[in-house]
């Protein structure tokens, strides 16, 4: 099938899947979707062995493997993703809170990896499911950022306070790049491709990327805004945005910086005052249309994808433990890491902001990418389902509870 063949038929299930829940169950439609998904796809694993003239698990392990949703998304959707949802943001709101969310982003993630570590090695023998720390420190980075998608959707209809939001939108946003950047400094250690790698080589090798990313995204934002300054055309403001989204991704790769970071910032500065000087109203209408409408259609795949990905996950009451350890060591993980990284912040006074950071820290696509780029593996068969199981639980029951939580503490 062809690449075009596979988006087709993607889009097509996305399609089907989001009428059923419209019809249904009536939940927002990503996470509709990505239900159907989940329930499609027990379906048909359930039913294999009655349909002995197809092999239905290789057939869907196939499809997926066409798409590879790593690649796919570290390469490629992420860019656009995190664009779209740096452009929503309130800027002058997200600077007022700057420290907060900084520290949340940076201290908060690596806090919630170390965490996440310590407690997933000591607890998961009593499972059956012993893992060595290091692979732990990696299962801590895939699981420590929250999800952006999720987490800006989730915004809209929560009904926070302002200031509360722009923390949020903002962790979210750049805690991404924060995991993927701890995750590619400590992948090698854990994998042994990397043994002679001192300490002082990670930090330095996760400021070049995290910094490096954040300075490389200034700038290709102030050059882009710079060339479209004095050209007053929708046409070419839309190209120049995605010029500015894919290829500063691109080239922060291509230089070994943190593509998450520097494309989040590039999208910032569209709300900047250089941005808001150099894009007309209409134009800026027009713009923040199509990234909306790119945004909820990629979020739609990507949903799908995770609900799909279930066939790599081994079934078993091993499993099935880890899981429900995992989950709520990575709760565990998500509250002290908030509560620590907050203490020395006036936010610490706010015990209902606090709560709503601690149960809004969702996961997502970047997680199940993550798990599923491991070396293949026996290690790879255990975490991969130990994610999966996190990823769906707080998509599904963090997400789906979280505007009622807001208005429970806010009204």
């Not at 989001?18 to 009536?26: C, D, E, G, P």
């Not at 949340?104 to 993630?109: K, S, V």
């Not at 290091?134 to 809209?156: E, F, H, K, N, Y």
Request: hydrophobic letters at 60%; proline letters at 4%; glycine letters at 10%.
């Amino acid at each position: 099938m062809t690449n075009l063949g596979i988006l087709g038929f993607l889009f097509t299930l996305s399609t089907l899947f989001a009428l059923l829940n419209y019809w249904t169950l009536r939940l927002p439609i990503t996470i509709g979707v990505m239900v159907m998904a989940l329930l499609f796809s027990l379906v048909l694993l359930v039913a294999g062995p009655f349909i002995p003239v197809y092999d239905v698990h290789a057939i869907m392990r196939s499809v997926l493997g066409t798409v590879d949703l790593p690649k796919s998304l570290l390469d490629g959707a992420l860019s656009m993703l995190l664009f779209a949802g740096a452009m929503q943001v309130d800027l002058k709101m997200m600077l007022a809170r700057g420290v907060p969310v900084v520290v949340l982003a940076l201290a908060g993630t690596i806090l919630a990896v170390l965490i996440l570590a310590v407690t997933a090695w000591v607890a998961l023998p009593f499972v059956g499911v012993p893992v060595p720390f290091s692979w732990c420190v990696i299962l801590g980075a895939i699981l420590a950022p929250t999800d952006p998608v999720s987490v800006v959707g989730m915004l809209r209809r929560a009904g926070l306070p302002a200031p509360l939001q722009a923390v949020f939108a903002g962790e979210s946003l750049f805690n991404d790049g924060i995991g993927i950047v701890v995750f590619g400094a400590t992948i090698g250690l854990a994998t042994g491709d990397a043994s002679h790698v001192t300490t002082q080589e990670v930090i330095e090798r996760f400021l070049l990327e995290a910094c490096g990313g954040a300075a490389l995204g200034a700038l290709t934002g102030v050059v882009t805004l710079s060339l479209v300054r004095r050209v007053h055309d929708h046409d070419i403001d839309l190209l120049a945005s995605l010029a500015l989204a894919t290829g500063t991704y691109s080239l922060a790769h291509a230089l070994h910086m943190s593509g998450p970071i520097a494309v989040v910032v590039a999208g910032m500065s569209m709300a900047t005052e250089l941005g808001q000087r150099s894009i007309r109203d209409a134009s800026r209408a027009a713009l923040r249309g199509f990234w909306s409408m790119t945004d909820e259609a990629l979020n739609v795949l990507l949903f799908l994808l995770i609900g799909l990905e279930i066939v790599e996950v081994s079934p078993g009451l091993g499993v099935v433990a880890g899981m429900l350890t995992v989950i709520v060591l990575s709760l565990v993980a998500r509250g002290l890491s908030v509560m620590l990284a907050v203490l020395p912040l006036d936010l610490r006074r706010d015990r209902r902001a606090v709560a709503v950071l601690i149960w809004g820290g969702l996961r997502g696509g970047i997680s199940v990418a993550l798990a599923l780029g491991l070396p293949a593996g026996a290690l790879r068969d255990t975490l991969l389902p130990l994610c999966y199981g996190v990823v769906v639980f707080t998509i599904v029951v963090q997400g789906l509870t979280m505007e009622r939580v807001a208005k429970r503490l806010y009204s």
